[in-house]
């Protein structure tokens, strides 16, 4: 007994002593880990700190500054660890079935220094050839199956990942990171509390999850992928889960089930992404149900007022992303088509889109035409603006317009407008480099068709502006009563202008705005009451009363054509009606809402056309007319100071052809008997009103 007790008692002393001898100086084992890790990594790890035991409680071996890199001694290391903590149990190492168990693994302090610079990253090993993808977790060298092992926890706390590709930094700061019950093929939970910054934007995220990986930790399920966090300023909670697979050998993932919520607004998704180890493919489908996205477009900015909703299927490499097969609600409107762009610096999108419907929200303002009376019926030749509190918000999204390219075309099958539906309409548009050119194509337009062809320079400091509208056998009445203008006239109609304008803002557009417009009215029936009660009052007083009184209120007329230009608020206008010309000059203030025009109507001797009769001394001459007041509803009528100013110098004898007329009309009114006694009459009355001074 007293032997077999020395013996318990040498053993046990002998056993102190080994381990004491091992825990004495655990740095004697930096060579033989390092050379472990980088056997089934191929990463140089250097151990730069005290490798020590943490005997009570538990047994613990902690490394002081920990480096990793593909290259020894690298002067800005792949990875760095301030503390790092392995607690592993012994025992099972020597059963007879060795198994390495670890209790608990802690790093604090790491950072992660990942970059990509065109084809290469730091985080690839040194021989890797091809296209990068993002990071993912690195295979070890070997494919056999290493010894098993476990982990019961694993837990990382102040950890900062600065990720950098061509100089775009993304910084991923996680504070805490824990999983438990870890081994190939088990099912353990994970759980994080990290935040993600880019430029001035930072994301604070939690997230859980169940991962499972297999025995050479290369592919990778992750089931109940929960993630919450803010986004934006201010901060607008979101969430969202998801199921994914990871495959780092072959580089494949799919992410499954995916539902985002932000702003109030859900969408669903899925992803499946191959060769992400060279140029990266990604594919999958979008489904985000019709919903007010006033929320999210706030957040970068920009305003929906109707409600939106998109389904389509969607393809991506780095280079490129195509939409197909895209069904995008917006209001009532549902548009079907594909769109696609090459990705880099500036976007360039091709796409080819149809709707059965689309309807132009209406922005309830007044809209400036003339008004009604007689020149009602020339509104189709003056450009329609709208008088609201927002001409002077801008029109077009300039950096847009400079920074991305586009080109296609835009189908609808019933376009709808201020209360009026148009079939067929086309919008093809062309983008290049801030340079618009757009062709908005009406094959039906109020009996008719319409046809605006407009471009835009908008890499000016002050955009400029070309706009090109063709209108070809339009109805007039439907015109006019679309238009709301109450006006009697009949007609089919062509018109087309040329006009130019500079700015970005409604009010900068109106007086800008130069150019030509010409129009050819038919045949038709037109209401002349307005144009016959002034020629009448003048015709009352100069003699011929008689005739205008005969021109009929409505004129069956076999023309009517005419000009009108525009020079800001400077209007000149020229309109030939069968024998009947009239010509317009003065000012057309849309902004604020005030014409003041200058008319004069003539009627001449023309054989063709018959229209109009007026008496021998009035022929030929032009009668004075004034259009002021309101644009929608101007006062038109005899311009009493112009026709005084015809009446003076025809009794004046200020006007050759006044007197001439008025000796011809003695001739053919007056019996011969009393003509030198009315030539004496018509002396005297020059003599008692000689003629208006000149202007200087």
């Known amino acids: 007994m007293r032997k077999f007790l020395l013996a318990v008692a040498v053993v046990f002393v002998a056993s102190v002593a080994g381990i004491g001898w091992l825990l004495s100086d655990a740095n004697r084992f930096k060579p033989q880990l390092v050379e472990l890790i980088q056997t089934h990594t191929g990463l140089a790890v250097a151990i730069r700190g005290d ?291 090459p990705l880099g610096t500036k976007l360039n999108v091709d796409f080819d889109l149809a709707t059965e419907r689309f309807e132009v929200p209406s922005e309830q303002t007044a809209v400036a035409t003339l ?61 290049d480099g801030g340079n618009l050119d757009a062709t908005i194509d009406l094959p039906v337009f109020f009996e008719g068709s319409a046809t605006t062809s407009v471009n835009i320079d908008a890499n000016a400091d002050t955009p400029q502006w070309n706009v090109a509208p063709k209108l070809t056998q339009v109805d007039s009445q439907a015109l006019l009563k679309w238009l709301d203008k109450k006006y009697d006239w009949a007609a089919l109609f062509a018109a087309g202008a040329q006009l130019r304008m500079r700015g970005n803002t409604t009010s900068e557009l109106i007086t800008s705005m130069n150019g030509r417009t010409t129009f050819d009215g038919g045949q038709g029936v037109l209401n002349i009451e307005e144009i016959k009660h002034a020629a009448l009052r003048i015709a009352e007083v100069a003699g011929g009363a008689d005739k205008v009184s005969a021109w009929p209120n409505r004129l069956k007329y076999q023309r009517f054509t005419g000009t009108w230009g525009v020079n800001g608020s400077d209007q000149l206008i020229d309109v030939v009606l069968d024998n009947l010309t009239l010509h317009a000059k003065g000012t057309l203030d849309t902004l604020a809402d005030d014409m003041d025009l200058h008319v004069t109507v003539t009627v001449n001797d023309d054989p063709q056309y018959q229209s109009f009769k007026i008496g021998s001394a009035l022929m030929g001459l032009p009668l004075p007319m004034r259009c002021k007041g309101s644009i929608a509803a101007p006062k038109c009528g005899a311009d009493e100071d112009g026709t005084r100013k015809l009446i003076a110098q025809a009794l004046s004898g200020s006007d050759p052809e006044m007197t001439k007329r008025l000796n011809k009309t003695i001739d053919e009114k007056v019996p011969e008997q009393y003509r030198d006694a009315a030539r004496s009459l018509l002396d005297l009355l020059k003599k008692g009103n000689p003629p208006p001074p000149k202007s200087p």
């Open 371 to 431: 008004g009604g009376g007689s020149f009602a019926v020339l509104a189709f030749a003056a450009p329609a603006v709208a008088l609201d509190p927002s001409v002077a918000e801008p029109l077009l999204p300039l950096e847009l317009l400079r920074s991305t390219d586009w080109r296609g075309t835009l189908a609808i099958g019933q376009l709808l407008y201020e209360g009026a539906t148009f079939a067929n309409a086309t919008i093809v548009s062309n983008n």
């Open 51 to 341: 490798l020590s035991w943490r005997l009570w409680p538990p047994v613990q071996l902690v490394a002081q500054d920990v480096t990793a890199d593909w290259a020894a001694d690298a002067a800005n290391p792949l990875l760095t660890a301030r503390t790092l903590h392995l607690d592993a149990d012994l025992w099972p190492l020597l059963a007879k079935h060795s198994k390495l168990v670890i209790n608990g693994v802690r790093v604090d302090g790491l950072r992660a220094r990942l970059e990509q610079r065109g084809e290469h990253a730091n985080w690839m090993p040194p021989d890797h050839a091809g296209v990068v993808a993002p990071p993912l977790p690195i295979p070890p060298p070997s494919a056999a199956p290493s010894a098993p092992w476990e982990i019961a926890n694993l837990a990382l706390s102040d950890a900062v990942i600065d990720y950098v590709v061509d100089d775009a930094a993304t910084q991923v700061s996680i504070d805490a990171l824990h999983m438990s019950d870890i081994a190939p093929t088990r099912r353990f939970p994970f759980h994080a509390k990290l935040s993600i910054k880019q430029a001035e934007r930072q994301i604070p995220l939690t997230v859980a999850a169940e991962l499972t990986f297999d025995e050479l930790v290369t592919q990778w399920q992750i089931d109940a992928l929960d993630v919450r966090g803010v986004f934006g300023n201010p901060g607008v909670p979101f969430a969202a889960k998801a199921n994914a697979r990871i495959n780092t050998v072959v580089g494949t993932f799919d992410l499954t089930d995916a539902e985002l919520e932000l702003a109030k607004v859900t969408a669903r998704f899925d992803v499946a992404a191959s060769d992400l180890l060279t140029s990266g493919r990604y594919s999958g489908h979008l489904d985000l149900p019709q919903q007010n996205l006033a929320g999210i477009a706030g957040l970068f900015g920009a305003q929906l007022d109707e409600p939106v909703g998109i389904k389509t299927r969607f393809a991506a490499t780095k280079q490129r992303v195509d939409l197909t097969d895209m069904t995008l609600h917006y209001g009532p409107s549902v548009i079907t088509g594909k769109i696609g762009t």
